[in-house]
Nanobody, 117 residues
Framework: QVQLVESGGGLVQAGGSLRLSCAAT????????MGWYRQAPGKQRELVAR???????NYADTVTGRFTISRDNAKNTVYLQMNSLKPEDTAVYYC???????????WGQGTQVTVSS
């Protein structure tokens, strides 16, 4: 059984920081990339940041320069360091893993991030 276990969400004031973690447990073979998406109320889910097994990253324009994604391949864990948070960053953040050579896609249960003004 495969599972994504997320942690680190919460409430923070604008300008503050949070760090999200996502541990992929179980038999995740041949991971292509791990990443974070978010979904705000009334909006579609969108990519925040993604990192490949080789360490290549890409970010949404709205978070570039403020968020940093990193990964511990040995632990199959991905992190999202979020700095200079803004109220518009408020959303449920979902961990995502594309694995088994790109044939399987897994999602975490989501963690709420709320940024107050």
């Amino acid at each position: 059984q495969v599972q994504l276990v997320e942690s680190g969400g919460g409430l923070v004031q604008a300008g503050g920081s949070l760090r999200l973690s996502c541990a992929a447990t179980g038999n995740f073979f041949n991971i292509i990339h791990m990443g974070w998406y978010r979904q705000a109320p009334g909006k579609q889910r969108e990519l925040v940041a993604r990192i490949t097994s080789g360490g290549s990253t890409n970010y949404a324009d709205t978070v570039t320069g403020r968020f940093t994604i990193s990964r511990d391949n040995a632990k199959n864990t991905v992190y999202l360091q979020m700095n200079s948070l803004k109220p518009e960053d408020t959303a449920v953040y979902y961990c995502n893993v594309l694995w088994l050579g790109g044939t399987k896609n897994a999602w975490g249960q989501g963690t709420q991030v709320t940024v107050s003004s």
